[in-house]
């Protein structure tokens, strides 16, 4: 079997806890995100994830939906992962790198309930394209730069 997931990684100039700070907030998901999809925290939802958290968010691609996530993968400060009700999830993973830190972002569509349809609909590659983006809008956040 292929593997089922794509990352994307980069080196922030700043201390994990200050980039995790921001991945579980779910209020900042919207500031980061670089598909242009994410637009706002519902409410009702978790102000700040740990393990089993629930958070949805209103999202719009061609239409405006809503998602509700749970977080299924957590470590304080180094991972956080979470998924819908398609079974595939995001998972963020933050190591140090000397004074920075090193944040990968994953798609991971192992566990989706429809790989086959994610891969035909060419989603991989186009997340990979916004993931490179989210992590380029993470950096500017936490490092306070402008666009």
Known sequence: ???REVSVSRTIPAPA?????VLA????HPLIDGSGSVRDLRP???ARLGPGSKFSMDMRIVVPYRVTNTVVEFEEGRLIAWRHFGGHRWR???????DATTATETFDWSTAIS?????RRGYPER???SMVATLER???LVCDKPE
């Open 1 to 3: 079997m292929a593997l």
């Open 17 to 21: 806890a200050a980039i995790f700070a």
């Open 25 to 28: 907030d779910p209020s900042k």
């Open 44 to 46: 009702g939802s978790a």
């Open 92 to 98: 963020w993973r933050l190591e140090p790198a000397g």
């Open 115 to 119: 790989p086959r349809f994610i891969e």
């Open 127 to 129: 997340n990979r394209a």
């Open 138 to 140: 993470l950096e500017r």
